[in-house]
């Protein structure tokens, strides 16, 4: 016991002895186990915390969706499936929201009312966690999300106006169009920037505001949230989490083949009895229109068989009046003619009178025959009565007569009259009857039609569909598990080099330390001690270094590390501060892991120079020889080298493992800056190629959609007389989905149709990355932007298949990928639009370059622009830089790291090899000093060694870290961006400038030490 | 050979070397005075312990007095600063140590090529050692040479930069007998030859006869001074 203290304390005395490498050793585990552990536990700590997050929310489990929406019915279904605790039916639409100067599109999602999705569940599914505010508890009231995008910025109080975006009727759907923001929320349903696609506005949805159910108005659900039961407690991202999630999902999948299909009879039934009542109805109504066309033109017809029996009537009436006046002319030309012939006699009778009187008188027997004269006189004055009387008569016969005709000519012209009015009054009603009949034919034609396409719908009804959806279909848990796994990736290759570079220094420390210890270990050896029990100090020095620094590792591993990198992602995902777990067994591994790579170097090397005799091994070790080295052999170069470039040669061709472990070491650290410099550019690379390089224009006017031509005109015009407007582009973008085709992965793009492809190029530039061969867009086929194509497994000559929001897929071919790196794109000609979609495209927005490349510029052309009519929105590109900028500001800090990281690295290794080197060499040096080398020359003298490894330690580091960082950035990668995949030059000069400022660092440390040894130590005893 | 008093080369004049460890205060060499004349061969013996190394040390530039005066070549050593010390010791002197300190990964060429790297007037490396006898060996590494060649080239190294004196610190401790008085007589003829003054430490009084002058040491002082007119050639002596 007493012997052990005494071992124990040389041990701790030999750790004071040799601090500096003692703490190398601790600092190098400490550095590997920190990285590994960091990096390794980031990945268990972000997916505790959303686990956690979505947990406490209570984060649907399946979302169900179906083209036709939920019943009640179907939604009592649900409740009925084992193992679904919970229910809640929703409700969305969306709808464009002006925000600022430009129009977004808003998700206006149910939340539960009040009284509880389900009677008997405890809580709601998808609960908002409410940053400020309240949620809503009346209509009109809604909560929207924390700032997702920059520009969406609503405080508690801020009033939304909803409109449709397609001209549609809002009221139809939603009670409301005006929401006043009560709260501000987090919803595990959107954890990551990605809000989906939407056929409204710019067919982007920018952010979602949550309303109260009872708003909506639609008479079936646009779907249903459902908790499972989870009675292991199975973790979000856990293998049991899924396995319990696959054993719900295929009951909700029976569910759905047994409902749908109902619902499809249903729908199907539902219309057809629809259909036979329009159908019943239609022919009601063409009966009825019938009877009454029938029943007028029976009253027009009465109405003529009278008029033409009037005008037959009046035709005998006339006629027989016409002979009735003739034959009463005739009588009275009789009686004319009687009353002629007895005036005639008359007048001859009175003539003879007359001249018998006249003859009587001159012959004078008038007296005489005066009694007869007499007579006979009164005899023909009654004659001349008689015939006076008789024209009288006539005459008054001749005036009836005429006042007859005259009487029965006005009473005919009266009946005529009549009956002329009756026929134009039925011509009317003839013409009347023949436009209703028209009308009515056309109207019953048109129902029948109407009643035939029915019919016709009748025979393709939506066949009911249901999608039930996991988890593993919401982008931002997706998103956000992959994030944490990417960085599983990156934890395979970092502690790799940390541990071999800690290998090789602890062999080093050891290897030196057992080296000056061969005397006493040969004195022990002499006394009878056993192997192991000499080997136990340097062991126990190994361990007390091992177990600190794995234990100062392990602390900085899971404290520090995971905070920094989770920074990084904070900025691209919504989710609560992160959560550290301490993994108990991990922990122990790690620290095993460490202490067992330190100890076993410390045994191994021990053990190969125990293996001598105690004799062998208290004599001093026979120097390594000098051999002649390669480089000698080339004799030219060796005979222009100076005298101590070769000495520098030989040396570090001597020490072999020093060489290698310098090499290692140096050239990680030079990696490690350039992984991070690398990343830096990578970031870097995305603003400055997309829009210094790619995106050329400096705006995007967007118009409204059916924006009619006038307001296409005033916009156009509008923009070119802004002041700055130098030239523009029209073109339709719209949302496509693209695949390969074969059930592969799709992918969420924007298809791209520039109205002159032809003079696209100072917009757009289209080329390959590698070979900067610009691409033309031809009719044959579309082009893509490269990680589009990489994602969907898609090159040049491919077919793909490009699906709209609608559901309508197009297939073309692939003539070209090219260089993009945020967002995905589709190009393709109008005219290949036109074949395939079968319509010319509609120009829905205009890319604008202006003369002057300036913020300002850009500003002022959005302001001047913005009011005129039919534009949705002026997006800028200044804008997109800065809020890309933003963002990914966050990955710096992870760049930080790397750097620290690094420069620690080589510190250790050119500390420790310096260190080793200069112990090692202590008698060269001392003689070298007693020879008369000044200072600066001995230092130059070890040193040179140094800057020779640290150069090639950088070359191997620039040679191995560009790869390297390749792997890192297209394991960081996220799905919407493309990070560059050029290191700048520059960053390969700073990376190479850091390490050797790291190296000068250690050097100027270590002149000091050079300058303390003492000559005396040259007339010393070998070691 | 030349028997014509020598103007004094060394001179010690009441040197003290105190070291400080701790507390204690070790006084290795206490008050020594000697001379050595120019071109001479002076042995430094004593028992270990006795300061010899001390006095080496001091003469060789490698270490400050404490106190006294100390010159070479009527150039006092004693107050010289650490630059000045190591122009002194590239410029005037010698080294040559008991285990050869040659540096291994150097041929045998290279290892005298170190030192005349540093001496401007330096003689040619390849000559010198031709006239070690190692004129076959030059391409050899010291792992490659016996102890005897091997200190061959470390006398080579020191006589290359062509020194005022050349200092030797038991340079046949760790060779045999027929070695050492190889080397031994590559060391007087050298001084006889080039007329370097050569200081021999050794604690084998046996050789005594062959330096011209015999220092002998003991704790910390000069005990004793002997010139010996009559130096003996090495093959002379046997012990």
Request: charge should be neutral; charged fraction near 20%; include cysteine.
């Amino acid at each position: 016991m007493v012997r052990a203290r005494a071992f124990r304390r040389d041990a701790f005395r030999e750790i004071r002895r040799t601090l500096p490498r003692f703490i190398a050793i601790v600092a190098i585990v400490a550095l590997g186990t920190a990285f590994f552990v960091g990096i390794k536990t980031t990945n268990p700590d972000m997916k505790a915390t959303a686990a956690n997050y979505f947990a406490e929310t209570g984060f649907y489990d399946f979302r169900l969706l179906s083209n036709v929406g939920f019943t009640e019915a179907d939604v009592e279904a649900l409740r009925g499936v084992e193992g679904v605790t919970g229910v809640q039916p929703a409700d969305s639409l969306d709808a464009v929201v002006r925000v600022g100067s430009s129009e977004k599109v808003f998700r206006v999602e149910s939340l539960p009312d009040a009284d509880g999705p389900m009677p008997g569940t405890a809580a709601s599914i998808d609960r908002p966690h409410v940053v400020a505010g309240r949620l809503p508890t009346a209509s009109g009231e809604c909560v929207v999300e924390r700032n997702t995008l920059a520009d969406i910025d609503y405080a508690v109080g801020d009033r939304i106006h909803l409109t449709s975006g397609d001209g549609s009727d809002l009221a139809a759907k939603i009670a409301t169009a005006d929401y006043t923001v009560v709260g501000i929320v987090e919803t595990p349903e959107y954890v990551s920037k990605d809000r989906g696609t939407t056929t409204i506005g710019n067919g982007v949805v920018s952010s979602f505001v949550l309303v109260p159910l009872s708003d909506f108005r639609q008479t079936v659900y646009s779907g249903v949230y459902v908790a499972m039961a989870n009675p292991t407690g199975a973790r979000a991202y856990s293998a049991a989490y899924d396995d319990l999630s696959a054993v719900v999902k295929v009951r909700l999948d029976a569910l759905s083949a047994e409902q749908a299909p109902r619902r499809t009879l249903q729908i199907l039934s539902d219309a057809w009895d629809a259909w036979r009542a329009a159908s019943a109805e239609y022919d009601r109504s063409a009966y009825d229109a019938r009877q009454q066309m029938s029943d007028a033109w029976a009253k027009i017809a009465d109405g003529q068989a009278k008029v033409d029996d009037g005008r037959a009537q009046l035709a005998a009436a006339e006629k027989s009046a016409a002979a009735r006046f003739a034959s009463a002319g005739k009588d009275l030309a009789a009686g004319r003619a009687a009353w002629q012939s007895s005036e005639t006699s008359y007048e001859a009778n009175r003539a003879a009178f007359d001249a018998a009187v006249a003859q009587a008188k001159q012959l004078g027997d008038y007296d005489a025959q005066k009694p007869a004269f007499d007579a006979r006189q009164a005899q023909l004055d009654a004659a001349q009565a008689q015939l006076a009387a008789g024209k009288a008569a006539l005459d008054a016969q001749v005036a009836t007569l005429a006042k007859s005709k005259r009487d029965a000519a006005a009473a005919f012209a009266a009946t005529k009259a009549t009956l002329d009015a009756s026929q134009s009054d039925l011509d009317q009603g003839k013409k009347d009857y023949a436009t209703q009949k028209a009308d009515a034919d056309q109207k019953l034609a048109d129902g029948y039609a109407t009643l035939m396409d029915g019919r016709a719908k009748l025979d393709d009804l939506p066949t009911a569909t249901w999608y039930v959806l996991d988890r593993s279909t919401n982008v931002g848990y997706v998103d956000y598990g992959a994030a944490a796994d990417r960085l599983d990736a990156i934890a395979r290759v970092f502690p790799v080099l940390f541990v071999l570079v800690a290998m090789l220094i602890c062999f080093a420390s050891m290897s030196r330390m057992v080296e000056e210890q061969r005397t006493y270990m040969g004195t022990l050896k002499s006394l009878g001690y056993s192997r192991l029990r000499i080997a136990s100090k340097f062991l126990l020095y190994a361990f007390s270094a091992s177990v600190l620094g794995a234990a100062a590792g392990l602390y900085f591993g899971f404290e520090f590390f995971p905070p920094t990198i989770y920074h990084a992602y904070s900025a691209l995902y919504t989710i609560p501060n992160l959560v550290l777990l301490f993994d108990g067994p991990f922990a122990a591994a790690a620290l095993a892991a460490g202490v067992a790579v330190t100890c076993g170097a410390a045994l191994l090397v021990a053990f190969e120079e125990l293996a001598s005799t105690a004799a062998t091994l208290m004599r001093p070790r026979a120097p390594k020889p000098g051999r002649v080295i390669l480089l000698e052999r080339i004799r030219p170069l060796w005979r222009r080298m100076s005298f101590t470039w070769k000495v520098t040669a030989r040396n570090i061709l001597r020490y072999r493992a020093r060489f290698l472990m310098t090499v290692v070491g140096v050239g990680g650290c030079t990696a490690l800056l350039l992984v991070g410099f690398g990343l830096r550019d990578a970031v870097k690379t995305i603003v400055d190629e997309q829009y210094g390089s790619l995106f050329l224009y400096q705006a995007t006017v967007t118009l409204q959609d059916g924006a009619t031509d006038a307001q296409r005109a005033a916009v156009k015009t509008a923009v070119e007389a802004e002041t700055h407007y130098a030239a523009s582009l029209d073109r339709r973008i719209e949302s496509v989905t693209v695949s390969a085709g074969d059930g592969g992965v799709s992918m969420d793009a924007s298809l791209l149709v520039p109205a002159d492809p032809a003079g696209m190029a100072p917009f757009i530039v289209l080329r390959d990355r590698v070979t900067q061969a610009s691409i033309v867009l031809g009719d044959e086929g579309v082009v893509l932007t490269e990680k589009l194509a990489g994602r969907v497994g898609l090159k040049a000559g491919d077919a793909v298949t490009l699906t709209d929001a609608d559901g309508k897929s197009v297939r073309t071919k692939v003539t070209a990928v090219t260089e993009n790196y945020l967002r995905h794109f589709v190009y393709m000609t109008p005219s290949l639009y036109a074949r395939l979609y079968g319509s010319a495209p509609v120009d829905n927005s205009i890319l604008v370059d202006l003369t002057v490349r300036s913020a300002e510029a850009q500003q002022t052309f959005s302001k001047t622009v913005v009011t005129t009519g039919g534009i949705s929105s002026v997006v800028l590109t200044s804008d997109n830089v800065s809020k890309f900028d933003d963002s990914m500001k966050s990955i710096y800090s992870i760049v930080l790291v790397l750097i620290f990281s690094a420069g620690l690295l080589s510190f250790i290794v050119l500390y420790t090899l310096t260190d080793i080197n200069i112990t090692e060499r202590t008698r060269e040096i001392a003689t070298i000093k007693v020879l008369g080398f000044f200072d600066r020359e001995v230092a130059s003298y070890i040193f040179r060694e140094n800057l020779v490894l640290t150069l090639a330690g950088v070359a191997a580091g620039l040679l191995a870290g560009s790869p390297l960082s390749h792997y890192v950035i297209g394991s960081a990668e996220v799905d919407l961006v493309m990070f560059g995949r050029r290191i700048l030059p520059a960053s390969f000069a700073e990376a190479a400038a850091l390490t050797l400022a790291f190296s000068l660092a250690v050097t100027f440390a270590m002149v000091y030490r050079l300058r303390r040894i003492d000559m005396i130590e040259a007339l010393k005893t070998s070691e | 050979m030349d028997r014509e008093p020598r103007p004094d080369f060394i001179v010690l004049q009441d040197v003290h070397k105190t070291y400080r460890v701790g507390e204690q205060e070790i006084r290795a060499v206490d008050g020594v005075d000697f001379t050595v004349g120019r071109g001479e061969f002076a042995i430094v013996a004593g028992a270990s312990g006795a300061g010899k190394t001390t006095v080496l040390n001091l003469i060789g530039g490698m270490d400050h007095v404490t106190s006294g005066c100390l010159s070479v070549d009527d150039r006092v050593v004693s107050g010289l600063d650490a630059r000045r010390l190591t122009e002194y010791r590239r410029n005037d002197i010698g080294f040559v140590f008991q285990y050869y300190n040659l540096v291994p990964n150097l041929t045998a060429l290279e290892n005298v090529e170190l030192a005349t790297e540093i001496r401007r007037e330096h003689l040619d490396p390849k000559t010198t050692l031709e006239q070690v006898g190692l004129g076959d060996r030059l391409q050899n590494f010291p792992a490659q040479l016996s102890g005897g060649e091997q200190q061959r080239v470390a006398i080579a190294r020191a006589l290359a930069k062509n020194p005022k004196l050349l200092l030797c610190d038991e340079p046949t401790g760790a060779l045999d007998y027929q070695t050492g008085k190889q080397i031994l007589t590559l060391l007087q003829d050298t001084c006889r030859r080039t007329g370097t003054t050569v200081v021999v430490i050794t604690h084998n009084l046996a050789i005594a006869p062959m330096a011209d002058r015999v220092i002998r040491m003991k704790s910390g002082r000069a005990e004793s001074v002997t010139e010996n007119p009559a130096a003996k050639s090495v093959q002379e002596i046997e012990w």
